[in-house]
């Protein structure tokens, strides 16, 4: 078996676990057309805080590079770039479209490409005969499954799934030899359409889970129901899915669900359902400015603080964060002073002086509303709120 040279296109949160993983036990290049992020990968600093120093170390042989050269040493490519929608809610392949670009300069015949980036059925199938009519490849599919912030499910423990095109003997045993050092859990799927059709449902179901919660949530606010206590009753039943409310960001599910929903459309079915748990999600952010709107009314102290501004708890990451979007519709209105206190958010990108990695005074806040529950901030809310519960607003019950 020829020596192994692996290339990962995209260092982000996929990109980068994927690297750190191979770097050791071949020779892998990190690539990222992100000049500032490989400036800042060389200088072991991570943006997204998810690896340490120690972590991002490299060597001679294994080293995070934008210079398209460096991918020619390489014969076993995985590609991690973004699959964002556009403004019309339409796939947006262009990052893919790039990164197929660079491999048509850098492959030879027979060396091997793997897709990560979430897409509908048939995308790896389009990519091959749109971009490498003239080479000999092979290529696979494995939908990435990293949860950003999870530090029990990593990418080591969780279960891969692996497939490729032509199964000969040679490429199988290339391609496990090299996944098996990213997850101990290999899932060999022989149907590259199966698996890229088993990442998209993964987190539209999620989607329209969390969508039912959130409206029934909602319900219960116009009801006037305490729907912490519904919720847990509800729970008492043996088959009750767990799933809780919460405003759905990032770069995965209010962008997957328009993917297949354009395939399937495509394909001449209507799917109606898997959107409608976008809409819901979406709507969330109005229901819950008018309530902070309704709170701010009501009281004398106009000086509002918004504890958690990225998609998610325990997350740098602001892409498509609803908390950010509720922020900034808020503190545009007249007569309120609003402050932000977000322990890790990345204050190089929020532009806005009103934003807080700290926050040492909370007294002086006439409402504390949670929307984020970052551990790093959670027990001192806490202590804080059991002397001033009118003072708070925690509509997803964060700190009770």
Same mark, same amino acid.
């Given at each position: 078996?020829?020596?192994?040279?692996?290339?990962?296109?995209?260092?982000?949160?996929?990109?980068?676990?994927?690297?750190?993983?191979?770097?050791?036990?071949?020779?892998?290049?990190?690539?990222?057309?992100?000049?500032?992020?490989?400036?800042?990968?060389?200088?072991?600093?991570?943006?997204?805080?998810?690896?340490?120093?120690?972590?991002?170390?490299?060597?001679?042989?294994?080293?995070?590079?934008?210079?398209?050269?460096?991918?020619?040493?390489?014969?076993?490519?995985?590609?991690?770039?973004?699959?964002?929608?556009?403004?019309?809610?339409?796939?947006?392949?262009?990052?893919?479209?790039?990164?197929?670009?660079?491999?048509?300069?850098?492959?030879?015949?027979?060396?091997?490409?793997?897709?990560?980036?979430?897409?509908?059925?048939?995308?790896?199938?389009?990519?091959?005969?749109?971009?490498?009519?003239?080479?000999?490849?092979?290529?696979?599919?494995?939908?990435?499954?990293?949860?950003?912030?999870?530090?029990?499910?990593?990418?080591?423990?969780?279960?891969?799934?692996?497939?490729? %095109?032509?199964?000969? @003997?040679?490429?199988? =045993? /290339? $391609? *496990?030899?090299?996944? #098996?050092? +990213?997850? !101990?859990?290999?899932?060999?799927?022989?149907?590259?359409?199966?698996?890229?059709?088993?990442?998209?449902?993964?987190?539209?179901?999620?989607?329209?889970?969390?969508?039912?919660?959130?409206?029934?949530?909602?319900?219960?606010?116009?009801?006037?129901?305490?729907?912490?206590?519904?919720?847990?009753?509800?729970?008492?039943?043996?088959?009750?899915?767990?799933?809780?409310?919460?405003?759905?960001?990032?770069?995965?599910?209010?962008?997957?669900?328009?993917?297949?929903?354009?395939?399937?459309?495509?394909?001449?079915?209507?799917?109606?359902?898997?959107?409608?748990?976008?809409?819901?999600? %979406?709507?969330?952010? @109005?229901?819950?400015? =008018? /309530? $902070? *709107?309704?709170?701010? #009314?009501? +009281?004398? !102290?106009?000086?509002?603080?918004?504890?958690?501004?990225?998609?998610?708890?325990?997350?740098?990451?602001?892409?498509?964060?609803?908390?950010?979007?509720?922020?900034?519709?808020?503190?545009?209105?007249?007569?309120?002073?609003?402050?932000?206190?977000?322990?890790?958010?990345?204050?190089?990108?929020?532009?806005?002086?009103?934003?807080?990695?700290?926050?040492?005074?909370?007294?002086?806040?006439?409402?504390?509303?949670?929307?984020?529950?970052?551990?790093?901030?959670?027990?001192?809310?806490?202590?804080?709120?059991?002397?001033?519960?009118?003072?708070?607003?925690?509509?997803?019950?964060?700190?009770?």
């Amino acid at each position: 078996m020829n020596k192994i040279r692996v290339g990962v296109l995209g260092l982000g949160y996929v990109g980068l676990p994927i690297f750190s993983s191979l770097k050791k036990k071949f020779e892998t290049v990190g690539f990222d057309v992100d000049k500032n992020r490989i400036l800042d990968l060389k200088k072991k600093y991570d943006k997204n805080f998810e690896f340490t120093k120690s972590q991002l170390t490299t060597s001679k042989e294994s080293y995070y590079s934008n210079d398209i050269k460096d991918l020619k040493r390489c014969n076993f490519f995985i590609v991690t770039v973004p699959t964002p929608i556009s403004l019309n809610k339409k796939p947006d392949l262009k990052p893919l479209f790039s990164a197929c670009q660079i491999l048509k300069k850098v492959t030879s015949n027979n060396d091997i490409v793997f897709f990560e980036s979430t897409v509908y059925p048939g995308t790896t199938k389009f990519l091959k005969k749109r971009f490498f009519k003239k080479k000999k490849l092979v290529f696979g599919y494995s939908p990435e499954r990293i949860n950003p912030g999870d530090k029990k499910n990593t990418i080591k423990k969780i279960h891969k799934i692996v497939s490729f %095109d032509g199964h000969d @003997k040679k490429s199988k =045993k /290339k $391609i *496990l030899s090299v996944y #098996k050092y +990213i997850s !101990n859990n290999l899932v060999i799927s022989n149907s590259i359409e199966n698996a890229e059709m088993s990442k998209v449902i993964e987190n539209i179901q999620r989607d329209v889970n969390i969508a039912f919660m959130n409206e029934i949530l909602m319900v219960c606010e116009k009801l006037n129901l305490n729907f912490k206590e519904v919720l847990n009753l509800a729970k008492t039943k043996w088959n009750f899915l767990d799933f809780s409310p919460g405003l759905v960001g990032g770069h995965c599910l209010p962008v997957d669900p328009y993917y297949l929903y354009t395939l399937a459309k495509r394909s001449g079915h209507d799917a109606k359902f898997m959107l409608a748990g976008r809409k819901v999600n %979406d709507f969330l952010v @109005k229901f819950l400015e =008018k /309530k $902070i *709107l309704e709170k701010i #009314k009501k +009281i004398k !102290n106009k000086k509002i603080l918004i504890c958690g501004l990225t998609y998610k708890a325990n997350v740098a990451d602001k892409r498509n964060s609803l908390a950010l979007k509720i922020f900034k519709k808020i503190s545009s209105k007249k007569n309120v002073y609003i402050d932000a206190y977000d322990p890790i958010i990345n204050l190089k990108n929020t532009q806005n002086k009103n934003v807080n990695n700290k926050i040492k005074n909370l007294s002086k806040y006439g409402l504390i509303v949670i929307l984020v529950n970052h551990s790093k901030y959670l027990s001192q809310l806490k202590k804080h709120k059991i002397k001033n519960e009118k003072k708070y607003y925690d509509p997803f019950f964060l700190i009770s």
